[in-house]
């Protein structure tokens, strides 16, 4: 009998889906208090998820969500953010 391998599911901060991790983007606060954009999903400190489409990254950047859960976030980060998502409506 094979077994499956285990696909860890995350939530998205906008839509509240549970998704595979690989499907979202990572973003967690760096030392410097800063928040980064994690590619490697392996960055230490605390972190959230989202989906890798624009509707939920706006649909995040309007109720400040990014904010609430990891801290200050300015708004040229929601742009880094949308200009690598990809464009599913």
Not at 9 to 27: H, N, Q, T
Not at 72 to 89: M, P, R, T
């Amino acid at each position: 009998m094979k077994k499956e391998k285990h696909i860890p599911l995350r939530k998205c901060l906008a839509c509240g889906e549970m998704k595979p991790k690989a499907e979202l983007f990572r973003i967690y606060v760096a030392q410097d208090g800063g928040v980064e954009l994690d590619r490697s999903f392996k960055s230490g400190g605390r972190g959230a998820y989202i989906c890798r489409n624009k509707d939920c990254i706006a649909r995040a950047a309007k109720a400040k969500r990014i904010e609430r859960v990891v801290g200050a976030c300015d708004a040229d980060f929601y742009g880094k953010l949308s200009a690598e998502a990809e464009d599913e409506g």
